[in-house]
């Protein structure tokens, strides 16, 4: 089916909104364009302008219903307006997705304060600050809200050269359990999702950074990393896409305080 046909099949029915936080690219697109097939209007958001230009069009052209907002997750203020303007714009407030984040890769005994600060600032106070802004919104309308995390199987395992970052995906799984648990209360949900090695320019710089590091090879760390996942090929986007869009929709009305891996077969929990 054509995403035009598609657009207007989902219109019809379309009652539902969608916040996706980092969505100009990479997973948090993939996960923008589905949300927006499954019959979501969508606000997509980025801290590239550029880019985000260039996904609304595309979404646009398709024939969907979106909004573009341009800001900074680490930014309280940023986050309460991106989730006012959902409101504002399409009515309502019904999934949270607090997909932006960073990678860092180093050896741990490098790792200078400024990384420590714009690593933690991104992928905790962002997500923070993202849960709070979409929680006052949900816990004053009707019907169940959906918060969905960008976790990690490097929330689930620590990797060398990746302690900073598996540190703050842990740190992202431990919010999503206590949030759960506080949000309850409100008909919120709150889960994550685990990615393993996906292919998007987040890996491009992860590779890039074992070359400079460690003296590997273009693509070797790619290669390691993807060698063995049991399901015999690296990640698409579209196959954590097809997670969140589980998340998102009325099937996992029952599941809140998950963090659920879409790996291929990498980690086991
Ligand atoms: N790619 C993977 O293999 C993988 C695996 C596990 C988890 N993840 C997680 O999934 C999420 C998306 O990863 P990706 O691979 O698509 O990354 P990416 O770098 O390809 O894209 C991230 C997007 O977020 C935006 N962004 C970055 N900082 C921002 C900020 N402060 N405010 C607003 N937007 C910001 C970027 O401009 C970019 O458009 C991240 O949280 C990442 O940690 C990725």
Not at 96 to 124: H, Q, Y
Not at 208 to 214: I, L, M, N, P, Y
Not at 239 to 257: K, Q, R
Request: hydrophobic share 40%; with cysteine.
């Amino acid at each position: 089916m054509s995403d035009n046909q598609n657009a207007q099949d989902s219109k019809t029915t379309a009652t539902k909104v969608a916040v996706v936080t980092g969505s100009a690219v990479g997973l948090g697109n993939a996960i923008a364009k589905r949300l927006a097939h499954d019959g979501f209007k969508v606000v997509i958001h980025d801290i590239n302008e550029d880019n985000l230009k260039k996904a609304e069009k595309e979404l646009t052209d398709a024939g969907f219903d979106v909004s573009a907002v341009v800001g900074n997750v680490l930014k309280r203020d940023d986050q309460f307006k991106l989730a006012k303007h959902a409101v504002d714009t399409f009515g309502r407030l019904d999934v949270f997705v607090n997909n932006a984040g960073v990678e860092s890769v180093a050896p741990f005994l490098e790792i200078e304060e400024s990384e420590i600060d714009r690593v933690f600032d991104i992928n905790i106070k962002g997500v923070i600050f993202g849960t709070q802004a979409a929680a006052e919104q949900m816990k004053n309308q009707d019907g169940i809200g959906k918060i969905i995390n960008a976790c990690s199987i490097a929330g689930h395992e620590g990797y060398e050269m990746l302690s900073l970052y598996c540190a703050s995906k842990f740190a992202v799984r431990a919010f999503t359990y206590a949030t759960a648990k506080e949000l309850a209360k409100y008909d919120i949900r709150v889960n994550a999702y685990c990615p393993g090695v996906a292919d998007t320019s987040m890996w491009e710089r992860i590779d890039q950074a074992f070359v400079e590091h460690k003296g590997y090879e273009p693509k070797q760390a790619w290669n390691e990393f993807t060698s063995g996942i049991l399901a015999g090929r690296p990640q698409q986007p579209n196959d954590v896409a097809n997670l969140v869009s589980f998340l998102a929709s009325e099937d996992s009305d029952y599941i809140t305080g998950q963090t659920i891996l879409t790996d291929g077969g990498m980690v086991f929990r």
